[in-house]
């Protein structure tokens, strides 16, 4: 069964560019199904008359509402696709499947946790967490020290979404609208559905609002299309690797800002006191989520667990429950499928892992059978401390697991990726909290969770360790001598 759809969003008035345009079409066929993705084939005039339209939505609608209107806009948006009769979410749940991979019910889980975190009082903690006095957004507010100040949001922000995670592009999407800035968003080829559902529900909750969204589809690269998405933005915010973050950074001009979530890496620590006879199992099971959740695709998702000696279970142990239990995942949500690179990759390295664990006791590799669903590396750490890398994963549900004697001795591996780590999954004693928390801090550490939690940031966290709102805005100062000169110029003063 196939099922085709119109997929992209633009202003109402916009309509008629799209016309005469030529249509292409993406094709997505997983579990037996095909998709496909129909999207206009965009050139520069178009981008740059769409974005004439969203510039006057934004200074003649959204720049005029209160954050509290908008809050309300998107909380009500959000409570449509928390139930689970609305039929945009219906459609998210049968396409995002097939466009994407991923077990249908991994989908459905993960859309309502992950919409959860959109709900009003999260929105408000979310910009809580950025302004110390939200009204400046709306207002000037007066300054502690004098004078008064307000924020201002970018009026046109260009979004190169990501597509590894479904409906990950709402965090930017929602930023956007919190600054009461105009949309346009260029969605991913491996993901190009929830943006433009998600846009088409702000259409039926607020008509006007989704006059200032334009959500479009354009190969990566393309530089003529870039050129003038970007000169006519006040602000680009793209998500990729290491590669799609320098080719956009190159035609991003110099007036506009420029914020990049590039490639990151993540790890779990355990102490020993989690692997007391009672707490082993249930341990291995959260580890066994954070390494199976979206086929470890997101920066959240760990490719080591380094684990403390000492326990009733001991770091091997650990690693053979570890392995029953992404087994047990693997029963309930089965991995995506692979391309013939990501299988390969999984097989080579297998293979080399295998080859070295003849050498020694040191190393032991634990696998699916008859296929590479998931695979558990365990390692011990050498004596040749040069030999001790960071173990990077090729993803798709591999993890490594490694001894050590305390956490200290983490160190060396993470020298060489410093700079690139993104959440640290821990689960230890209330002893070794604060202990633990200052380690990570001062080794570049911008996120640790409790393990089982990795996937799922909080509202309001400091993605890549800076703010997520306040980075956007630009700030206007009145200075105190202001306020106490204008006295003197008040013709009504005595």
């Given at each position: 069964m196939s099922t085709s759809f119109s997929c992209f969003h633009i202003p109402d008035q916009c309509q008629h560019l799209l016309n005469e345009v030529p249509i292409k079409t993406l094709t997505?066929?997983?579990?037996?199904?095909?998709?496909?993705?129909?999207?206009?084939?965009?050139?520069?005039?178009?981008?740059?008359?769409?974005?004439?339209?969203?510039?006057?939505?934004?200074?003649?609608?959204?720049?005029?509402l209160k954050t509290n209107e908008v809050i309300d806009i998107i909380n009500e948006a959000i409570?449509?696709?928390l139930d689970p009769s609305y039929e945009l979410r219906q459609m998210a749940e049968s396409m995002l499947p097939i466009i994407t991979g991923y077990d249908h019910d991994m989908v459905r889980l993960f859309l309502s946790r992950y919409l959860r975190q959109f709900r009003k009082e999260k929105l408000l903690r979310m910009i809580d967490e950025d302004f110390p006095n939200p009204l400046v957004l709306d207002e000037f507010r007066p300054r502690t020290s004098g004078?008064?100040?307000?924020?201002?949001?970018?009026?046109?922000?260009?979004?190169?979404?990501?597509?590894?995670?479904?409906?990950?592009?709402?965090?930017?999407?929602?930023?956007?609208?919190l600054l009461k800035s105009a949309t346009l968003g260029k969605v991913s080829s491996s993901e190009p559905l929830f943006p433009v559902l998600f846009a088409k529900t702000i259409k039926e909750v607020d008509p006007k609002l989704a006059e200032s969204i334009a959500i479009l589809s354009w190969k990566g690269g393309d530089e003529a299309l870039e050129k003038v998405s970007f000169s006519r933005a006040s602000a680009v915010i793209a998500y990729g690797g290491k590669e799609t973050i320098e080719s956009i950074k190159q035609n991003v001009p110099s007036h506009v800002s420029f914020h990049a979530h590039g490639h990151k890496v993540s790890f779990g620590v355990v102490t020993k006191e989690c692997l007391t006879a009672t707490k082993g199992w249930h341990t291995a099971k959260l580890a066994a989520y954070d390494a199976s959740w979206f086929d470890q695709q997101g920066c959240l998702s760990p490719h080591v667990f380094f684990i403390e000696h000492g326990g009733a279970f001991s770091p091997r142990d650990f690693a053979q429950m570890l392995a029953n239990e992404m087994e047990n995942f693997q029963y309930k949500h089965p991995r995506s499928s692979l391309t013939a690179e990501e299988h390969h990759a999984i097989v080579k390295l297998r293979s080399t892992?295998?080859?070295?664990s003849f050498e020694g006791a040191q190393v032991e590799m634990i696998k699916s059978e008859h296929d590479t669903?998931?695979?558990?590396?365990?390692?011990?750490?050498?004596?040749n401390k040069e030999d001790n890398i960071f173990p990077f994963s090729p993803l798709n549900r591999f993890i490594t697991v490694i001894a050590v004697d305390n956490f200290e001795q983490i160190k060396p591996y993470i020298k060489e990726i410093k700079g690139f780590i993104q959440t640290v999954g821990v689960g230890c004693s209330p002893q070794k909290f604060s202990s633990m928390i200052n380690f990570l801090g001062e080794c570049g550490v911008n996120r640790i969770s409790a393990i089982g939690s990795m996937p799922h940031p909080q509202p309001g966290w400091h993605h890549d360790g800076r703010f997520h709102l306040a980075d956007l805005v630009r700030f206007c100062d009145v200075e105190a001598s202001l306020e106490g000169q204008m006295d003197e110029f008040d013709p009504d003063r005595e």
């Open positions: 997505f066929e997983n579990h037996g199904e095909s998709v496909e993705i129909l999207v206009p084939e965009l050139v520069p005039e178009t981008i740059n008359n769409i974005m004439d339209v969203l510039t006057v939505q934004q200074k003649n609608y959204i720049q005029q409570h449509r696709w004078g008064l100040y307000r924020a201002y949001g970018p009026e046109i922000i260009t979004h190169i979404f990501s597509g590894n995670v479904p409906a990950l592009p709402l965090w930017s999407l929602t930023a956007g609208l892992i295998e080859f070295e669903a998931w695979t558990v590396v365990y390692r011990e750490i050498r004596e």
